[in-house]
């Protein structure tokens, strides 16, 4: 399974942007996540849904903002970013597959290259 993230971009705060992840092979039956990287820190988890898309996990600093979301037919996960602030800054990745503990454990077994989201104040 190869992953790509699309979509980001420059937004002021407050803006909006939704990101895309395109899977090249099947990922009915994974889990996938959304983590960042912002500069200077650690990777972070963001948002994670489960394999029929009922169940879905969202870091505290972006519940009520963020919504996860995918199609497996088309092999697409979204991520819908509203009321974005500053600290969104930072390079997301999807991933697929989780093979920690949690949805929100930093573990996957795929992930690809990540997009880049800018959020000036």
């Known amino acids: 399974v190869q992953l790509q993230a699309f979509g980001g971009g420059f937004v002021q705060a407050g803006g909006s942007l939704r990101l895309s992840c395109a899977a090249s092979g099947r990922i009915s039956g994974y889990s996938v996540a959304w983590f960042r990287r912002a500069p200077g820190k650690e990777r972070e988890f963001v948002a994670a849904i489960k394999w029929g898309g009922g169940s879905t996990v969202y870091a505290d600093s972006v519940k009520g903002r963020f919504t996860i979301s995918r199609d497996n037919a088309k092999r697409m996960v979204t991520l819908q970013m509203n009321s974005l602030k500053p600290e969104d800054t930072g390079v997301y990745y999807c991933?697929?597959?989780?093979?920690?503990?949690?949805?929100?454990?930093?573990?996957?077994?795929?992930w690809g290259r990540g997009t880049l989201v800018t959020v000036s104040s």
């Open positions: 991933e697929a597959q989780n093979l920690g503990a949690n949805l929100m454990s930093p573990s996957y077994r795929y």
